[in-house]
């Protein structure tokens, strides 16, 4: 059984009953939609026709914001609806991301998503949806798309159809039919500053990029806004995160990097655990329902990355804990015989590398989680595992290189850093000019160079700040070596801001 949609805008007059009816059955916040009315205009003067296009929840036959959610909150029921547990979310947003429809918004009075649930609570009274009884034209048909016999699916096999973003392969349960094709292809067509009765909703100002022809004599007229929700502390979090995984990384090779014995011993761990803490923080803190963070471990959906990520940060930190204690037992503790043949000394070499195995997941396992963002095409790049591996390298070296003050022993760490640093930036071109599969992407990765952080544009920016980390890195004196994790971070930073942004900019709807 599969509910579904049809909308018939053979029908559609445009009239927004459907919108109205839905939030008030619905208690919708003002400015929030569960399913809006888009227009779009074709044509030139005097041969100007206005088309609409009913947006809303595709419930999809494979929902990849059910599988993204890290608490399930999200559901798909057996009839085929995606229904939200609105008190059990916890404003994490990725459903947000993973869904390629822009159908689900933030309630901020309760921090939690809120999205249509095809009036379940009227379904199962049998009763139809608010917005298909209140349609004048009956333009909305609902009903089982499994159903030979139901009105909806005889329509289906009848009339050509269409549907939103397919090639997401999300199995989308919403069809139109005599719909404009434009109407329905996101970004294809211009979006001017000012709609039909109002601005254009804010949260996205930047200007659409000039690389990206748009169809001509087209132009939406109204549409609802859609907040980027992730931001700088998704960006700060991927910085963090890749220092702990880098300092990890590099741990076991400290005496090949020659790293000074009087810190060899502590700084790796040290410096992987203060911010794999800092890491923790800024997930619970961009949570819109912090105290519910537990819930990721009392109720978890294990096919979320969010989940696995989580788990492995857990172990992770457990794993450097015990490494750096057993480092500080060394050096501290005598053990009385027979303990002694047991050499606290001896067991931080191969804790270190198992550290530096967690530490590939702690660095990579982001772009799994990305991989589910089904809604930011940008952000499933190929590129993106090898560029988080790489990032946790520069990071690590950037990290350990102030504590080398030896022109000679600073060789093996400025070696990797440099490497590092250059194949950060050759990907960082590489995924703002290399040949994109879909729209989407195409869109996201023309808007990388137009992002700004205040008055930078962050992305060159980024790259600049990582170009004048070679200058210290490779020859300054020992002096200098502090900018060096400065200039790395912050560049490093810059870059993640952009590439977190851009993903979001591109519009689904």
């Not at 040290?270 to 819109?288: G, Q, Y």
């Not at 703002?432 to 808007?447: I, L, M, P, V, Y």
Request: glycine share 6%.
């Amino acid at each position: 059984m599969q509910y579904g949609f049809l909308i018939d805008h053979r029908r559609c007059i445009g009239c927004h009953a459907c919108t109205v009816a839905c939030k008030q059955e619905n208690d919708v916040p003002l400015g929030s939609f569960r399913t809006w009315v888009k227009y779009v205009e074709k044509g030139t003067f005097p041969e100007i026709r206005r088309h609409f296009a009913v947006l809303r929840c595709n419930h999809c036959t494979t929902a990849p914001c059910v599988t993204i959610c890290p608490v399930n909150a999200l559901e798909k029921r057996k009839d085929g609806i995606v229904d939200v547990d609105r008190d059990v979310c916890i404003g994490c947003r990725a459903c947000m991301q993973a869904c390629p429809y822009d159908a689900i918004y933030l309630n901020e009075d309760h921090g939690c998503v809120e999205k249509c649930h095809y009036c379940a609570h009227r379904i199962e009274k049998g009763l139809e949806p608010a917005c298909v009884v209140v349609c004048p034209e009956q333009a909305i048909v609902s009903g089982d798309l499994h159903d030979p016999n139901s009105r909806i699916a005889k329509l289906v096999v009848e009339h050509p159809t269409l549907r939103r973003r397919v090639e997401q392969n999300t199995g989308p349960n919403v069809h139109y039919l005599g719909a404009e094709p434009l109407a329905l292809e996101p970004g294809a067509i211009e979006r001017p500053p000012t709609y039909l009765w109002s601005e254009r909703p804010p949260g996205k100002d930047e200007p659409w990029p000039s690389t990206l022809p748009l169809v001509p004599h087209a132009q939406v007229t109204l549409d609802v806004g859609h907040k980027v929700e992730w931001g700088g502390g998704v960006a700060a979090y991927l910085v963090t995160k890749g220092i702990a995984a880098g300092a990890a990384l590099l741990a076991p090779f400290a005496v090949a990097l020659r790293l000074p014995k009087s810190v060899a011993w502590w700084v790796p761990e040290a410096a992987a655990l203060l911010f794999t803490v800092i890491t923790t923080i800024l997930l619970v803190e961009d949570l819109k329902r912090p105290r519910l963070f537990l819930t990721l471990l009392t109720r978890p959906n294990w096919r979320s990355w969010l989940v696995k990520g989580a788990w492995i940060l857990i172990v992770f930190s457990i794993s450097v804990s015990a490494t750096l204690l057993a480092a500080i037992l060394a050096r501290t503790t005598s053990l009385p015989p027979p303990l002694d043949l047991v050499s606290w000394e001896r067991l931080v070499p191969p804790l270190r590398c198992v550290n530096a195995a967690l530490a590939l997941g702690v660095a990579g396992y982001t772009a799994f989680l990305f991989q589910q963002c089904e809604g930011r095409d940008l952000w499933q790049s190929k590129l993106l595992l090898p560029h988080l591996l790489v990032q946790a390298a520069m990071c690590g070296a950037a990290v350990m290189l102030p504590f080398v003050s030896a022109h000679e022993a600073r060789m093996p760490l400025q070696f990797v850093l440099l490497a590092s640093a250059g194949i950060h930036l050759l990907l960082a071109l590489a995924e703002r000019w290399k040949r994109h599969g879909t729209a989407n992407a195409r869109q996201a990765a023309a808007f990388l160079g137009d992002v700004k952080l205040g008055r930078l544009r962050a992305f060159q920016a980024g790259i600049l700040l990582l170009g004048l980390l070679l200058v210290p890195a490779a020859a300054g004196p020992a002096a200098t070596l502090f900018l060096v994790p400065l200039l790395a971070f912050a560049g490093l930073y810059l870059y993640e801001w952009a590439y977190v942004r851009a993903g979001q900019l591109p519009p689904l709807s």
